[in-house]
């Protein structure tokens, strides 16, 4: 292809995660049951006891395969009833503040709600003089250390084809690179976010930096231009999350001093080797986050109202002769005071949020630009965007696509037997299946990947506007999002905050 046309891109590939077909195990034991209930009165001869097993089969039946938004009936139940337990002991309740614990020496560690609970931020040099925030998992089956940086790009939109082509290249090149067996490097997270703007930053820039001998009526028209545009102006930041797995980074953290300390010291090594792949994909590092800056985004998430007050400080900070307070936020009070996790949406200080998933990708060729819609400043709300990339060794690849091909031959070959015929789409899904597995023996990577969209307003009121406008957004862009029904705290958790969190371990569909 000539590199003066503009690259498509398609073949997005959902993971098979049924037990067999698209039933989990519990759909699979549901319709056993089914069946051994439907067929128990003709064994026993009791033909009375039919008018009782039939209906429980047909009930059984429908909630392995009956569908209920998107999710398998049996799935929702759980969901519901998991939320109901949470909701009946208080556990989807979170109040920090005056209530936050405290050690005994008076200090008050970062009190972030549900499964941010567990995560502690660290400091570490970063080899340069500075010092970087570094966010530590320590669950067992985590066990990993993420660091956070702000990052520029000059965009897709408005350069010509090649430069967009070469971009999106070397993006790619930079996420086959970590794809390699036993990498450190076992997640990458982009988030980029929408905030509110009140024009503090243009226009303390613009009182350093305007001529004195300015003509009075420009100065005046550059005034009452930032004046009437400033409020009601957005901004936007993007974060990339570079997260580190202590399993598959033992040795060189053992070879680093071990512990916290050794796996700090290799991600610094990490990230400080991979500033050339980025700046060939065309992001510029701004900073690494320090833990100031990371308690800032954290608190700013919880806290839109907060923005402005912090932009405003951080202006002033930044001027000569300023004796203030610090960038940032103190990590103490990164956290919000107080959380409520509902079944549709999540409540979080004086903001409400509602997290979506996308369930699927376009499944057209699209161009790099496609994601472009989601982007869109919203008046009433603002929009975060949060991109999960997995890195996949090629041995585990090799083991993936395999498996992933084998369930989708056989189950053309039990269509074949029952004389059902294949869809269009089940047929161009195998021909995916073959082209990433000719992709990856190629010498591609192979990456897991989601992607989940949040979106956030002060007035409860404006909700299902910024829904419906985000939903209608989602649909010209191709996608296909689902609204995180029963989980919207832990999807906050992803789609809102640059931490670093990301899929589970189990297969799942997406």
């Known amino acids: 292809m000539s590199q003066t046309e503009p690259a498509l891109y398609s073949g997005w590939q959902s993971e098979r995660s049924g037990f067999i077909g698209n039933l989990s195990g519990l759909g699979f034991a549901l319709v056993a049951a089914a069946a051994i209930i439907a067929v128990s009165p003709f064994y026993t001869h009791s033909w009375s006891s039919a008018f009782i097993a039939l209906p429980v089969s047909f009930l059984l039946l429908a909630l392995a395969y009956g569908r209920v938004l998107g999710l398998s009936a049996d799935e929702w139940i759980i969901l519901a009833v998991r939320h109901q337990i949470a909701v009946a ?65 000059p965009g897709l939109a408005l350069i010509d084809t090649e430069r967009q082509n070469a971009r999106v290249q070397g993006w790619a090149a930079f996420l086959r690179s970590h794809c390699k067996e036993d990498g450190a490097i076992t997640r990458i997270s982009v988030h980029q976010r929408s905030l509110p703007d009140d024009g503090a930053a243009l226009r303390s820039w613009t009182e350093r930096h305007i001529s004195p001998d300015a003509p009075p009526a420009a100065v005046q028209a550059l005034d009452d231009l930032m004046e009437g545009a400033g409020p009601a102006a957005t901004k936007r930041e993007t974060y990339l999350a570079i997260t580190l797995s202590a399993a598959r980074a033992r ?18 090594r990490e990230i400080n080797a991979m500033s050339s ?67 549709g949406l999540y409540r979080h200080d004086g903001a409400w949020t509602v997290s979506y998933q996308v ?82 023996a190629s010498g591609h990577g192979v990456v ?22 985000l939903q209608a957004d989602a ?36």
């Open 448 to 469: 897991r990947f989601t992607a989940l969209i949040a979106v956030t307003v002060t007035d409860l009121g404006e909700l299902e506007t910024a829904c419906a406008e």
């Open 251 to 268: 040795l060189a953290i053992k070879g680093a001093g071990g512990g916290q300390i050794g796996a700090a010291a290799v991600l610094v």
């Open 277 to 343: 792949s980025l700046s060939s994909a065309g992001l510029q590092v701004v900073e690494w986050l320090t833990p100031r800056g990371v308690a800032q985004v954290i608190r700013t998430a919880f806290d839109p109202e907060a923005q402005l007050a912090l932009s405003a400080r951080n202006t002033a900070a930044e001027a000569p002769n300023w004796q203030g307070a610090p960038k940032g936020v103190d990590p103490e009070l990164a956290g919000p005071a107080a959380t409520e996790a509902g079944w």
């Open 475 to 510: 649909s010209s862009a191709g996608l296909e999002i689902r609204r995180a029904w029963g989980a919207q705290d832990d999807a906050f958790a992803i789609a809102a905050l640059p931490l670093g969190q990301g899929l589970p371990n189990r297969r799942v569909g997406i």
């Open 89 to 153: 002991t208080q556990r989807n309740l979170f109040f920090s503040g005056l209530f936050a614990p405290r050690a005994k020496d008076g200090s008050q560690p970062m009190d972030l709600p549900g499964r941010l609970a567990r995560l502690h931020l660290l400091e570490a040099p970063d080899g340069l003089g500075g010092q970087i925030g570094i966010m530590h998992n320590p669950a067992p089956a985590e066990n990993t250390y993420t660091a956070i940086c702000r990052v520029t790009f």
């Open 359 to 440: 369930r699927r990708f376009p499944q057209s060729e699209v161009y790099a630009t496609f994601l472009q819609p989601l982007l869109r400043p919203r008046a009433n709300a603002r929009r975060s965007l949060t991109l999960v990339y997995e890195p996949i060794g090629p041995a585990k690849a090799r083991q993936e696509l395999a498996r992933e091909k084998t369930k989708r031959e056989a189950q053309r070959k039990l269509r074949a037997k029952t004389g059902r015929a294949e869809s269009e789409d089940e047929r161009r899904e195998a021909m995916t299946a073959r082209a990433q597995d000719v992709a990856r």
